[in-house]
Every structure is written in structure tokens, then in C-alpha cells.
């Protein structure tokens, strides 16, 4: 309410101050960055948000639960994480034992679910789809039970019985699930961790029948690491995705993790757009969605002017290589500002990795991004107004809240059009203040683009 009054203020005042001589010059102010305060105590550089632009790939952040229950915090990172993503990322919390959050499985029969849960409801406020991380990894597990002495048959059992009971707890919420995290080595083989060594191979499979049947509505995925590039570990890991798709093994897609340094290195293996691309086209053919799952660009810090230079161009060509790629549905970044990033601690002397600097400041990076997806936009919009022209009118200042929309007036027609989470809205008087959503934002793109505009 305070928001929407505040907004519909600041409405009348920029008319009142700029009226005519902003909308001749075809934009109202307040619509593009200009200066980039110094530090933000909230949100306060002047941005639409990332999520704004977004049409077929969703954009997702992880938030690894330190915010809202790792003390301190610092009670800024979420409302940085609504505005700039289309998709919540769990990224701790749902880890049977996370360093650092709380324990989601603190004994053999306790569940503790309040950091999810208030995760799960959270983005469910604001319309975001969840992807959750992750059922089966080997690692993050607890003392009690890689220390429990458990037979096979027991660890069966266990196994799914976790699966069942976190899958059944979110039926119908979560978008996806990373059902299985790390199970493949660089270089194509079985990784050796604990569900390997004690049940064999089969657990892969199993824990997606298990999560299928918990949730039939959840997208499953298998989340691997460095296997990106091409190279036998990359054919291999396709070849074992294939073999599981060839036995109906209910697996829908594969989150490519892309932890790269700006050579693109992730790990033993490298992230190059142009084979990153081959990889995502292959996996595609199996019939699997793909997501570039976790994404930071980590620097030797600290970083230089140029350096994060070449960190806006390394996000921009991942981001391009998603959204020319069909089968390829999100792009996923592991954290949104380097103040709660992971590099720092799994790589000492790196960080600078992410969107916004620590004091949540955009970098290049941010700005970079943020011009390619709404160079998209920006292309809907002159097709929506040819389009829609007998309908387009002026909005009613007083009703309506712009800063929720990223925007267009057109000063001849004097017509406005904006979009908001992928959709095209425009203002028609009598219908305010809702404003009218007219078209997906992805279905006037594909037209923008098929009209060559
Ligand atoms: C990392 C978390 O970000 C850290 O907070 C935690 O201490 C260790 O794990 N690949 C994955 C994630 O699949 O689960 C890892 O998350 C980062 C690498």
C-alpha cells in the first residue's frame, strides 16, 4: 500500500516536474540508470530488474539460506533476489546437513523444514517458480548416517523415505528438483561418494522413480559440474543420460553448473559458450531440458576495471548461449551479490564472482546483462505498438505504479506499452488502474523477430 502510494507520488511529481519535455525526448525519466549510488543501504540504483525482461529462459538465483537463517545476515539480500530473478533457487536449505543452515535432517527420524518452508512460501508470494537443491549428493550428509553403520537394504529404505517425505511435503510447488547433485567425475565415470559405495550405481535411478512418484507435476534434473565442454567426460555423461532416458526413467533435464573463472575454466574441465552450446543441443535431442545451473565468474580479487570487464562479456556470452538454445530453459546464478558468495571459501584469493559487488552495487556485469535481455524487449515493443495501435492509450498517472513495470511512451502515437514478468501490458483509461496484459513478452518477441525488426 505505502509502495503503490509512494509510486503513484513520485508519478505525479516527475510529470509535474519534467511534463512535456521528458515525453518529447520519448522516455519519462527515472527510466534508465544514470549515476550508481555509492552504497546502498536498500534498493536504491535504478533498475527494472533483470526478471522484467524475462520470456522463454527464466532467470534464477540461488539463495543459500543466509540471509533469512544464517545469523547475521543482513536483511537486504531479498528483496535484491525478487526484483532481479523469475526463479528462487534452494540452494542449502534442502540438504540433508548444509554447513552453516539449519540441519533439514538432524536424525534418522526428524525432519526440521522451517528454513524451506519459509523459502518454499516466500517465493510462492511473489509468483516465482522454485527449483530446490537437491535430494541425493555425496556430500553435505550427517554423522548419524554415513557413521550409522547402515546396511544397503537400510540405506534403500532411508534413502527413500527422504525422498518421499521432502518431495511429498512440496507437491505441486517446486518447479524442479536437482534430484541427484555430482554423480558423474569430469571425466565421465561413476563419482565414488557415499550412495555409490553403498548401494552401487542404481541409486541414480531410483531416486528418480522415487521423486516421480512423490511429485508426477515436478521437472526432475540430474545437476552435474564439469562436465560443460566438450571431451570424453562430457560424451560419457551424455551417454549415461541417454541410457537412462532409453530405460523411461522419469528424468526431464540437466543443470550444467558453469562455476567458471574468465578463462571459462570450471573445474577440470572448460565452459566455452560454443561447446557449452554442442552440449546443450545434444542433451536437447534426448528430449531434456537444460539449465545453466549454477553460474558465477569468479576473479582473482581484488578485481580490476578490466577484469570485471571481462566478466560482464563471460556473463553475457553464457546468458546468449541459453537463450539461443531452445532445449535450454533457465539460467541460474549461484548468488546475487559476492558479500554471501561460496567462492571466496572454496577458492581462497578468488571472488568478485557475482552481479553486485558487497555492498550490492551492480557491476559491469549487471549493467551487461541487463542490456542484452532488454535488447529483446526493447524489440517487442515497437511490434506491440504497430500492433495494438487502435487500443494503446496514455496511462492515468494518478493509478498507475510504474515502478513496476519497465516502459515505453511513445510521444507521436502517445501511447505507452511496458512489460512485467513476461508479459506485455498496455494502458487503456477505462479499465485502469490494472493495466491490460496484451501478449507474452515471449510471443512478441518470436513476432518481432519474425518480422525482422
Ligand atoms: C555450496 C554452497 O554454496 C556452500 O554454502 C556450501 O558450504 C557448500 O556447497 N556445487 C553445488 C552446490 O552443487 O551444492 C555447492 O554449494 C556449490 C558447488
Partial sequence: MLRKYFATVMVLILLAAFGEEARAAGE??????????????????????????????????????????WTPGDGLLMPYVARESSMLLIGNNLKWAAPGVLTLRTARNEYNFAAADSLVAWAEARGMKIKAHTLVWGEALP??????????????????????????????????????????????????????????????????????????????????DGTEGLGTGSDEFLKKIQALVAKGVPIH???????????????????????????????????????????????????????LSKQADVYTALYKTCADNKACTAFLMWGVTDKWSWIAGAFPGQGAALLLDEAYNPKPAYWALGGFLRVNTDKCFAWAESRFAEVLQPPNPAAATFDDFYYRYYPVTRNYVAVRQGNVYYWKPEEMPAPLPVISLKNCIDNATARGS
Fill in 143 to 224: 554423522a548419524w548416517l554415513i557413521g550409522g553403520g547402515y546396511s544397503r537394504d537400510e540405506l534403500l529404505q532411508i534413502l527413500k523415505e527422504h525422498i518421499q517425505t521432502v518431495v511429498s511435503r512440496y507437491k505441486g510447488r517446486i518447479h524442479v528438483w536437482d534430484v541427484v547433485n555430482e554423480a558423474i567425475d569430469s571425466n565421465g565415470a561413476y563419482k565414488s561418494n557415499f550412495w555409490y559405495e553403498m548401494i552401487g550405481p542404481e541409486y541414480i535411478e531410483l531416486a528418480f522413480r522415487w521423486a516421480h512418484d512423490a511429485d508426477p507435476s515436478a521437472l526432475l534434473f540430474m545437476n552435474e
Fill in 253 to 307: 533435464g540437466v543443470g550444467l553448473e558453469t562455476h567458471v573463472n574468465l578463462a571459462y575454466e570450471s573445474g577440470a574441465s572448460t565452459a566455452k559458450p560454443a561447446e557449452l552450446a554442442v552440449n546443450i543441443q545434444r542433451l536437447g535431442a534426448v528430449g531434456l531440458q537444460v539449465h545453466i545451473s549454477e553460474v558465477d565468474v569468479r576473479i582473482a580479487v581484488p578485481a580490476t576495471p578490466s577484469d
Fill in 28 to 69: 519519462l525519466p527515472g527510466q534508465r540508470p544514470t549515476t550508481i549510488p555509492a552504497s546502498p543501504a536498500s534498493i536504491a540504483f535504478q533498475s527494472e530488474g533483470l526478471r522484467t525482461h524475462v520470456d522463454r529462459v527464466d532467470i534464477g538465483i540461488q539463495v543459500g539460506g543466509y540471509d533469512i537463517f
